[in-house]
């Protein structure tokens, strides 16, 4: 549960943070392109937030299993 809890806050950091800066960007060219740009940029937001959270658990995993091994070596 709390895996998914991480995963949902950072996906919604991430979106947050990308619709802010679509909707800046597009704000420039005009009211139209601000809203349009906030929704590309809360989609790709959204998308980096979940890649960033899968590749950072893959990451402790990794570091899990490093520990383990060098524990296990460390005994012989």
């Not at 949902?8 to 990308?18: E, F, P, Q």
């Not at 800046?24 to 940029?41: D, E, H, K, Q, Y």
């Not at 960033?52 to 524990?71: L, M, N, Y």
Request: positive net charge; aromatic residues 2%; proline residues 0%.
């Amino acid at each position: 549960m709390q895996k998914r809890i991480k995963r949902v806050l950072s996906r919604a950091r991430y979106a947050a943070i990308g619709a802010a800066v679509g909707a800046g960007i597009g704000g420039l060219v005009g009211r139209n392109a601000a809203s349009t740009g906030g929704a590309l940029g809360a989609i790709v937001g959204a998308t980096i937030g979940e890649k960033r959270v899968t590749v950072d658990s893959f990451i402790d995993d990794v570091k899990e299993k490093r520990a383990e091994r060098d524990e296990l070596v460390a005994e012989e």
